[in-house]
Each structure stands twice: as structure tokens, then as C-alpha cells.
């Protein structure tokens, strides 16, 4: 990824996720459904090394949800873009992805397309 204003707004969500992750935690997961007039989603889901436990924290929902919102609101705003799902996925080592699924609303441009987007985080700061 470059680092366009995209990759700041990914890399803001990730870093968040990243902080504010519980003890012993391997992946974590952001879910934000974005429409014209809104957004929904599952929010953040955090999963413990061993895979069984899932920890939902006690997250500010317009911490996590803006900078998706910066990021992709507009998009739905127009004229082509109705929708926006958005998967975030974060490892404890700061590796992310990021899986957006755009659908349109003219049905004869094939209903939607999936943009894959990978990068890492740098180390936290110190002090």
C-alpha cells in the first residue's frame, strides 16, 4: 500500500485495535457496514491466542467507527456506490488486512466488486 489518505485512515483503525487490545489476545476484527445515511456492523471482536475466547470491549463506537466513515462515507454518498462493507483484520504483531466489498446500485455493472488491502504496522512507541 502507498501512503495515501486511505492507508492513514487503515492504518488508524488498526493502530486503535492494536492499543486497545485485552491480554493475551492474537487477532482482532473491525465490522462496519457503511450506507448513505448511516453505518452498522458487528464492530470489534477480539480472539485469545488458543482461538476460543472472543472478547467484544467496551470500545467508544465513534472511535471505531470514523475513520471508516472517513475513509469510505463519501463513496456512498454518490451516485454509484449504495454500500460498503468493510473487514478489518488485525494481528497481535500490528499485520493487517483490510477487505472492503463495495456494492453499486446499477445491477448491470455486475452488483459489486472486493478490494483486498495488506500492510503492517510499525512497532508502538516508547515512552
Known sequence: MNSSGGDDALRAAARLLVDNGPAG????TL???????????????????????????AM?????????VELFG????????RQVAVD?????DGAFDAVARFGLRQAGAGGSYTVVLRDDLPPPRSG
Open 25 to 28: 489476545w492474537r487477532t482482532a
Open 31 to 57: 465490522s462496519v457496514d457503511l450506507v448513505a445515511r448511516g453505518h452498522g456492523g458487528e464492530g470489534v471482536r477480539y480472539r485469545t491466542a488458543d482461538g476460543n475466547g472472543v472478547h467484544v470491549p
Open 60 to 68: 467508544s463506537h465513534t472511535a471505531i467507527a470514523v475513520p471508516m
Open 74 to 81: 463519501r463513496l456512498v454518498e454518490g451516485t454509484r456506490i
Open 88 to 92: 478489518l483484520t488485525v494481528d497481535s
